[in-house]
Nanobody
Framework: QVQLVESGGGLVQPGGSLRLSCAPT????????MRWYRQGPGKQRELVAD???????NYADSVKGRFTISRDNAKNTVYLQMNSLKPEDTAVYYC???????????????WGQGTQVTVSS
């Protein structure tokens, strides 16, 4: 069964950097758009950044200019480079991808389990 696995979270001081990675495991045939969401304590899940299969990107205003989403299609991996981190960036970060697990049919959304990012001095 297909799973998405995130890695790269951790504890970092304000102004520091982290790089998150997400890649699928299991059997699949194609991947469309890939996205990063985050959810802080007591807050709703929000879209941080997304990237299409063609490489077009979009960012939440709160991270624009600090975060960069990218993908390596050969590795089926999406990355989130996070620079100039702030305490308000503290959250569980979730990977999301549109994927197809059969030769024909629709893409469906798949989610990772999340990775914790804590920004604190």
């Amino acid at each position: 069964q297909v799973q998405l696995v995130e890695s790269g979270g951790g504890l970092v001081q304000p102004g520091g950097s982290l790089r998150l990675s997400c890649a699928p495991t299991g059997r699949f045939f194609s991947i469309g758009a890939m996205r990063w969401y985050r959810q802080g304590p007591g807050k709703q899940r929000e879209l941080v950044a997304d990237i299409t299969s063609g490489g077009s990107t979009n960012y939440a205003d709160s991270v624009k200019g600090r975060f960069t989403i990218s993908r390596d299609n050969a590795k089926n991996t999406v990355y989130l480079q996070m620079n100039s981190l702030k305490p308000e960036d503290t959250a569980v970060y979730y990977c999301n991808a549109e994927m197809r697990t059969t030769v024909v049919g629709l893409h469906h959304d798949y989610w990772g389990q999340g990775t914790q990012v804590t920004v604190s001095s």
